[in-house]
C-alpha cells in the first residue's frame, strides 16, 4: 500500500490562482475542522499542541492543494496529512498519555457504598457521564497507535480502507490493530465493568 | 455448536460470557460498518438466538456509544480557525 506507485497524470488539476483557489479550499476542507481539532488534541492531549498540528495541516493542504482531486476523499485526505506531520514533527516533543492510578479507581468501586452487583442504566444522563469520563481518560491512557486506531474507526467512522490509507498499512494490520486497541480499552475499564453493564 | 468462554475482554478465562464462533467472527465486522448484507443478517439472526452474544453485542455498543458521546464532540476554538483563515488569506494575497 504505501510503496503503491499511483499514476495522477490523468487527474483533474487544480489550476486556479488566488481567490478562486482559496474558495475552492474553504469549501472542500475547513467543514472538517472540527474532526480535524478533535484528532490533534486526542494525539497530542496538549491544546497548544493540538492547535499547532491543526494550523500546520491545512497550510500544508493548501500547499499541496494542487496534487487533491476535488470531489475525492478530502476529510481521509486532511487526516492522513495530520497524521504524517504529527509523526514527523509533533511526535517526540508531545507529552505522554495520561497516567492513571487505577487503584484509586478500584478502591472507590469497592467501597462500602459500592454495591458490587448493581448494574447501571447508561441512559440515564449522570451515569453516561461518569462513565464517559473513565473511557475518555481510558482513551488517552492508550499508546498512540492503538488510540488513533479507536478514534478514527470509532469517533471519525473511517471504514477500513479509508484507515489503511491515513495509516499507511494494510487493511488486515487495521483490522488487527483495532482488535488489540479495544482489548486494551476494555482491559483498562474492566474494574468498572459491571457499572457498563457487564454482569457478574 | 463449539463455544468459547470469554470474559468481558473478548478473552478467555472461563468464567464470563459463552460467546459463539460465528459471533467472534463477525462481531466487529458489523459493528464497524464492514459486513456485506448477508453477513449482517446471519450475525443479527444468530445474536437474536444466543443471550450471551446478544448482551455482549449491547455491550460493545454501549462503550462505543459513551465513547463517541464522550469524545466525539470537540469544537475547534475559534481563535484557531481565525488564525488558520488569516494565514490563508495572507498565502493567497502573497
Known amino acids: 500500500m504505501a510503496d503503491k506507485k499511483v499514476d495522477i497524470s490523468n487527474r483533474p488539476q487544480i489550476n486556479l490562482k488566488g481567490g478562486k483557489r482559496h474558495k475552492l479550499f474553504i469549501d472542500e476542507f475547513m467543514g472538517y475542522l472540527d474532526s480535524l481539532y478533535n484528532f490533534a488534541y486526542r494525539l497530542t492531549l496538549d491544546e497548544d499542541d493540538a492547535n499547532d498540528l491543526v494550523q500546520d495541516t491545512y497550510l500544508k493542504a493548501y500547499r499541496f492543494f494542487d496534487s487533491y482531486e476535488p470531489g475525492t476523499n478530502a476529510k481521509a485526505w486532511l487526516f492522513r496529512i495530520l497524521k504524517n506531520s504529527f509523526i514527523n514533527e509533533f511526535r517526540k516533543k508531545s507529552k505522554q498519555p495520561t497516567k492513571v492510578d487505577y487503584s484509586d479507581l478500584e478502591n472507590t468501586y469497592n467501597s462500602e457504598d459500592a454495591d458490587s452487583n448493581k448494574t447501571v442504566d447508561l441512559r440515564t444522563e449522570t451515569e453516561r457521564d461518569k462513565i464517559g469520563d473513565e473511557v475518555a481518560t481510558a482513551l488517552n491512557a492508550l499508546d498512540v497507535d492503538f488510540r488513533t486506531a479507536i478514534i478514527l474507526c470509532d469517533l471519525e467512522g473511517f471504514t477500513y480502507e479509508e484507515m489503511s490509507k491515513i495509516l499507511d498499512i494494510p487493511i488486515g494490520t487495521v483490522r488487527s490493530r483495532l482488535h488489540r486497541a479495544r482489548n486494551l480499552l476494555k482491559e483498562k475499564l474492566k474494574m468498572y465493568a459491571k457499572t457498563l453493564g457487564y454482569k457478574s | ?94
Open chain 2, 1 to 94: 455448536m463449539n463455544k468459547t468462554t470469554t470474559n468481558e475482554n473478548g478473552m478467555n478465562d472461563g468464567e464470563k460470557y459463552t460467546l459463539c464462533p460465528e459471533f467472534m467472527k463477525l462481531a466487529h465486522l458489523v459493528m464497524d460498518g464492514e459486513a456485506n448484507s448477508e453477513e449482517e443478517k446471519l450475525f443479527l439472526a444468530h445474536v437474536e438466538g444466543s443471550k450471551d452474544c446478544k448482551d455482549h453485542y449491547m455491550e460493545e455498543q454501549n462503550i462505543r456509544a459513551v465513547l463517541k458521546e464522550k469524545c466525539g464532540n470537540v469544537r475547534v476554538p475559534d481563535k484557531l480557525v481565525k488564525a488558520i483563515q488569516l494565514k490563508l488569506r495572507e498565502i493567497t494575497i502573497a
